[in-house]
């Protein structure tokens, strides 16, 4: 029994050697086409971005690549990125420490310590809230969790190593 | 690589297109090099 991945290289087989022709034989044919359409490529490219880069013209693309990291794909809004902390209005964090996010994080990488906060209306906030991004799986859960809206992961922010290391 | 509650509250959320508009901030935990010149 043949595999189905197998090829037939059998003389009855229409892809056989002996089956070819000369010149098909020799690929020529083959190799000089594929060289066509890669000079074609490569010459279109080229003229392409002369008249980006020389002759200004904006309404031709430079390159087929995007120039990282000066340029970037438009990401989508649903992307998880970096966490963030909302403000309230007085610029305390949104945060009520009710450690829901802790709770549900799979990797364990919250770490609150709660403390009162001056208003007696609000029951608790954050003395400390800590996040270890080398153990974060960037699930989303504690964004799912919190009932305050106070943790989101909308900063953009993929790249967490920087140019100098001021930031 | 630990971000405190300080540098959570100081991002933004994210421009147009999904571009960040805060820098990216500096763990807690990354420690300086000490730079010593050496001894001549």
Excluded: W
């Amino acid at each position: 029994m043949t595999s189905p991945y197998q090829s037939s290289n059998t003389p009855a087989d229409p892809r056989h050697s002996s089956r070819l022709g000369l010149a098909q034989r020799f690929y020529l044919l083959e190799v000089l086409s594929g060289l066509k359409l890669t000079g074609l490529r490569f010459f279109a490219n080229m003229a392409r971005h002369t008249l980006h880069t020389v002759f200004r013209v904006k309404s031709a693309h430079g390159a087929v690549t995007i120039q990282y990291p000066d340029e970037r794909r438009p990401y989508s809004p649903r992307l998880r990125s970096l966490h963030r902390l909302v403000r309230r209005d007085d610029g305390s964090p949104r945060c009520v420490a009710c450690m829901m996010c802790e709770t549900v994080c799979p990797a364990h990488c919250i770490y609150i310590v709660a403390t009162e906060h001056p208003n007696p209306e609000i029951e608790k906030v954050p003395e400390r809230f800590d996040i270890d991004l080398g153990k974060c799986v960037f699930c989303g859960y504690c964004v799912e969790a919190c009932p305050e809206d106070a943790i989101r992961m909308d900063t953009g922010i993929l790249e967490f190593s920087s140019f100098s290391r001021g930031g | 690589m630990i971000y405190t509650k300080e540098t959570l509250l100081a991002l933004e959320p994210a421009g147009p297109h999904g571009v960040p508009t805060s820098p990216v901030p500096i763990p807690a935990d990354r420690t300086m090099p000490v730079i010593r010149s050496t001894p001549s």
